[in-house]
């Protein structure tokens, strides 16, 4: 069982550069959703999505854009990489009727 | 804005010690959720409370909600250095799947 699989773990940018850091689930659960962690601050939510073709904002969404073009995957664009978004970045998913989110392993995102 | 406080922020004790983690909200919460978190992997779930007062225990672990579903409570009985993490607490107030986390509590248990 894959669960949810984010590419890649470590990620080093120039500012202005763009990236996508991938999310891929397997258990079929509707929910995904993006999240930063910076220290003393923990998780923020950036984007989310409640199926394919239905995206949201989360609390944190400037600088981030997101798609959703299958139940599978939602990927996290960075158009235009700043310092500020140096972060570490974890996708989580929800099945349907369940109050539990199912974390990836996280992507470490640098911005020089 | 909602907000989930977390207190202490860090936690250093030894093992043996009995220790607690609060999360308090002015918000109300249909559900709050605990989290562990270990150096280089995303949160694992502990516990979900769902009923205001609620205890769940999870072998030295006891989680309590709140009677008004504002705030919960983490309670470690005889902590051991397996214990060591950081604690989040979570949970969607507005029910909208817009979940918020708690700051965190990192604890650390000597041996």
């Known amino acids: 069982n894959a669960g949810v699989t984010q590419t890649p773990k470590f990620q080093v940018l120039k500012t202005g550069q763009s990236m996508t850091l991938q999310c891929a689930q397997d258990m079929n659960h509707e929910y995904m959703s993006w999240y930063r962690q910076d220290p003393g601050m923990g998780l923020r939510l950036i984007h989310y999505?409640?199926?394919?073709?239905?995206?949201d904002q989360g609390e944190v969404p400037n600088g981030y854009n997101v798609s959703r073009s299958t139940t599978e995957d939602f990927p996290l664009r960075l158009l235009s990489a700043a310092p500020s978004q140096t972060s570490v970045y974890f996708c989580a998913t929800q099945g349907s009727g369940a109050n539990v989110l199912t974390f990836g392993a996280g992507s470490r995102l640098t911005v020089l | 804005t909602q907000l989930l406080e977390q207190s202490p922020q860090f936690l250093s004790i030894q093992e043996g010690e009995n220790l607690t983690v609060y999360c308090n909200s002015s918000s109300v919460f249909s559900s709050l959720q605990w989290y562990r978190q270990e150096p280089g992997e995303g949160p694992v779930l502990l516990v979900t409370v769902v009923t205001g007062g609620e205890v769940k225990k999870l072998k030295r672990l006891t989680f309590q909600f709140g009677d008004a579903r504002k705030d919960s409570s983490l309670h470690i009985t005889a902590a051991q250095p397996g214990d060591t993490g950081l604690y989040l607490c979570a949970g969607d107030a507005s029910g909208t799947y817009k979940y918020i986390f708690g700051t965190g509590t990192r604890l650390k248990v000597l041996a």
């Open positions: 999505s409640v199926g394919a073709g239905i995206t």
